[in-house]
Structure formats: structure tokens, C-alpha cells
């Protein structure tokens, strides 16, 4: 891609908005960019792989503000690869440690589910099983931070 890129077909190349694009521009991350005449952005060659690899990055846990910082590094000539191999590093041994508390939730999980199959089984219809109080009794099913926990009632991505 040898022509400069306005924001409309830069975003439909990279699969980003616009306003993603100018919020990347504030930050640092995009660099380069003209005006025209007529004060709209221009984006030059090879600005859809550098938005590739911003969403990648963020894909793998990096901040905008690591990223910018790195990529800023990086732009003025410097070298961030042991930073950003250890920023990497840190977060794969967090995803590590989350699959593990997530594993160990799922299992607790199914136990909870043969229980209060069994509760309900023994439950007369009608009447209340308390399947909720039974939580209590299932200190295992709290892993992790619970504050840094996401909801499972909305499906996000985190790493």
C-alpha cells in the first residue's frame, strides 16, 4: 500500500473506527499523519500494519499506555524489546494463573450442580431446596481477587 490512507479507508482497511483511529493518534500510537489543505487527516503508507499490531498488542494485555511508551521508544530510534518481552511474559503467567482459577471455578461448579441436583431430588415440589445457601458451604468456588474479577453475567474479553 503505497498511497496515503483518509480515516474512512484506513479504518476500513485495519477493521477499527475512526474514532478508534483518533483516539489512537492522541496517544501517540499513530504517528505521521497529515493534513490536507483542507485539514483532513492523512494517514501515510503502512499505517494498517501499525494498527495491527496495536490491536494484537492489546489482544495479548498491553496497555495503550505500554504500548504508546514502547512504540514511542521505538519511533525515536531506541530499543523496547526486553520491556515488551517481559511485559508479554507477565501477562501470559496472569492468563496462567486465571485459567487456573477458572478451572478450578468450573470443576467447583459441576460439584455445586451434582449437589443441588440431589437437594432437588430430595426437595417435596413445592417446597423451597435453599440451593443458594448451599453456596456457603463452598469456600473453593471463591478464587482469585474478587475485586479485579470480571462478571460472568457479560461476556468480556480480558486478555
Same mark, same amino acid.
Given at each position: 500500500?503505497?498511497?496515503?490512507?483518509?480515516?474512512? +479507508? &484506513? /479504518?476500513? $482497511?485495519? *477493521?477499527?473506527?475512526?474514532?478508534?483511529?483518533?483516539?489512537?493518534? @492522541?496517544?501517540?500510537? =499513530?504517528?505521521?499523519?497529515?493534513?490536507?489543505?483542507?485539514?483532513?487527516?492523512?494517514?501515510?503508507?503502512?499505517?494498517?500494519?501499525?494498527?495491527?499490531?496495536?490491536?494484537?498488542?492489546?489482544?495479548?494485555?498491553?496497555?495503550?499506555? +505500554? &504500548? /504508546?511508551? $514502547?512504540? *514511542?521508544?521505538?519511533?525515536?530510534?531506541?530499543?523496547?524489546?526486553? @520491556?515488551?518481552?517481559? =511485559?508479554?511474559?507477565?501477562?501470559?503467567?496472569?492468563?496462567?494463573?486465571?485459567?487456573?482459577?477458572?478451572?478450578?471455578?468450573?470443576?467447583?461448579?459441576?460439584?455445586?450442580?451434582?449437589?443441588?441436583?440431589?437437594?432437588?431430588?430430595?426437595?417435596?415440589?413445592?417446597?423451597?431446596?435453599?440451593?443458594?445457601?448451599?453456596?456457603?458451604?463452598?469456600?473453593?468456588?471463591?478464587?482469585?481477587?474478587?475485586?479485579?474479577?470480571?462478571?460472568?453475567?457479560?461476556?468480556?474479553?480480558?486478555?
Amino acid at each position: 500500500m503505497d498511497e496515503w490512507l483518509g480515516p474512512r +479507508e &484506513l /479504518a476500513d $482497511a485495519s *477493521g477499527v473506527s475512526t474514532d478508534t483511529l483518533r483516539h489512537y493518534e @492522541r496517544l501517540g500510537l =499513530l504517528r505521521g499523519t497529515a493534513r490536507t489543505p483542507a485539514g483532513y487527516r492523512r494517514y501515510p503508507p503502512g499505517t494498517p500494519t501499525r494498527v495491527q499490531v496495536i490491536q494484537r498488542a492489546l489482544a495479548v494485555g498491553f496497555s495503550l499506555k +505500554e &504500548l /504508546a511508551a $514502547a512504540l *514511542g521508544q521505538r519511533d525515536r530510534g531506541g530499543v523496547p524489546c526486553a @520491556r515488551v518481552r517481559t =511485559l508479554v511474559m507477565e501477562r501470559l503467567a496472569a492468563l496462567d494463573e486465571r485459567l487456573r482459577d477458572l478451572t478450578a471455578l468450573r470443576d467447583g461448579m459441576r460439584v455445586l450442580l451434582e449437589e443441588w441436583d440431589a437437594r432437588l431430588a430430595a426437595t417435596p415440589k413445592g417446597q423451597p431446596a435453599r440451593l443458594l445457601d448451599m453456596l456457603a458451604e463452598h469456600p473453593e468456588l471463591q478464587q482469585g481477587d474478587t475485586r479485579t474479577r470480571p462478571s460472568y453475567s457479560v461476556a468480556r474479553r480480558r486478555y
